[in-house]
Structures are given as C-alpha cells and as structure tokens.
C-alpha cells in the first residue's frame, strides 16, 4: 500500500528516474509525485534532460561515465542532497545550449563548469537581495571598476554595455574563485530585475553556451580564451540567452 503523505527526499527522487529506487519504494515515490505537481514537474524535466543527453552523445561517446557522477556512488556520499542536485545541474549543461551557438574547440569537462557555476550561483543569490551593499565599486566608477578588476584576477575584465537589454550596471566586487580571484558585477533592469556576470579562470574552452537553472534563478555558461563567464539571472530562459548573447559579443573581443 502506497501512502502519498511519506516525505520523498531529493535523492528518492533522482534514483526513480534513474530506475535506482528500491522497488518497495517506488509506490510511495510515484503516489508523492501524483499529489505535488511542482516536484512531477521537476522530475520529467531531468527526464527529458536526461533523454537529451543520450540522444547528442551515445555515439561520440566512447568513455564510460566516470565514476564520481554516478548517481549510486553520489547518494551514499555525506549531504546526498546536494550530490543530487550537482548530478541534475550536469545534465542540465550538457544537454542544453541556445540554439546557433556552435562549440568551437574541445567540450569542457564536467568539473570545468559544475564548480565555476554553482560558486556563481551561491553568489548571485547572495548579493541580489543586497539593498545598500550588492557591491563593492559602483556603476558610476565603471573605467575603475574594470582596471581595478583586471589589475586583481590577471585578465581583462569588461563591464558589457548592457542598456540595449534595459539593464544599467549597479557596479562589482572581487569575489573568491574555483582556482583564483573571480570578478563579480552587477546590473539592474527598470523593474528590479538584476543579473550577474561572474567570470573566472576555467579550462578548457567552451564557446558553446551551456543553461542550468536551480530555484528560481537560472544561469548561462560559456567560456573564451582560459576564462570562464557566468550569468546568472531570472529563470527566464528567453531572457537570460538575449542578455548572454549581447555579453558574449562584447567579452569575445577582450580576448582574455
């Protein structure tokens, strides 16, 4: 007898659609998803990921999946919650991508971006409910702001003209990175919608655009010359790949 009252975990929840649940807790798991149609919702869309995921790469890829992401090793380990939700955000990039953005170069490892993009993530939800203090160097100081970034993590760092997208820069700081100092700035759309570019040293390059989406946020990922670029923003896919694009065409050119 299945009882849809039993709390599901997140980890309940990948196995099912990994077909990793124990088969007596399957009823319980199907009779939950049937009363909370935001979870149902969450698990067809790692599903279809998933199916995305097979389709473009069964056939170029010849290596076994490596052992840290599969998903039984990741559920026995410490907070299997937040193993989980890595897993989910894995197969969110690789399957995604705005559509015309073709990958120039080698496609990036798994750890090249998980790590990058989570860290971007944490720090977008961080500073956006920030009202007197989301960053350290205003907007108004834009041609400081770039040179005192630059001058700090070692490339050049360029605040994107933003206003064609309605955005206006509210300013950056200097932020903790992956594997160095990582530049964090800051703009803000006319209804209090604000986005963060977050950029990082990250190898290898990957010129395709990568989209993953975690509560309420989402993000777009893609990387030029040995560095990484985050932006993070509303889960609006739309939105987020019309931003990103007029990003893209102008970090492109600073060249790294």
């Known amino acids: 007898m299945t009882d849809s009252r039993i709390p599901v975990t997140e ?45 473009r790469y069964d056939q170029v890829a010849d290596e076994s999946v490596p052992r840290r992401l599969e998903i039984e090793r990741l559920v026995r380990q410490p907070r ?32 090249a ?45 360029r605040a994107p003209v933003l206003e064609a997208t309605g955005l206006k820069l509210v300013g950056g700081r200097l932020l903790p990175g992956p594997s160095g100092p990582a530049s964090f700035l800051m703009y803000e759309g006319p209804t209090g919608e604000r986005f963060t570019l977050y950029t990082s040293r990250a190898k290898p390059d990957t010129a395709q655009m990568r989209y993953t989406a975690a509560e309420n946020s989402g993000a777009m990922y893609w990387s030029e010359a040995g560095v990484g670029y985050v932006l993070s923003g509303p889960g609006d896919k739309d939105r987020l790949s019309q931003v990103a694009r007029l990003v893209y065409d102008q970090t492109e050119k600073a060249g790294g």
Not at 32 to 45: G, I, K, Y
Not at 88 to 111: D, N, Q, Y
Request: some cysteine; hydrophobic content about 50%; charged content about 25%.
């Open 80 to 111: 299997k919650w937040m193993a989980g939700a890595i897993a989910a955000t894995l197969l969110a990039f690789i399957a995604g991508g705005g559509a015309g953005w073709m990958a120039r170069g080698v496609s990036a490892k798994p750890a």
């Open 113 to 157: 971006f998980q790590n990058l993009t989570l860290d971007a993530l944490d720090a977008h939800k961080l500073y956006v409910v920030e009202v007197r203090h989301p960053v350290e160097v205003p907007g108004s100081e834009r041609a400081h702001l770039q040179q005192w970034l630059t001058k700090r993590c070692g490339w050049e760092v």
């Open 11 to 55: 980890d309940e929840l990948h196995a099912w659609v990994d077909n990793e649940l124990p088969a007596e807790r399957r009823g319980d798991v199907e009779a939950w998803l049937a009363t909370h149609p935001d979870d149902a919702e969450r698990v067809q869309s790692w599903r279809a990921m998933a199916e995305m995921l097979h389709a």
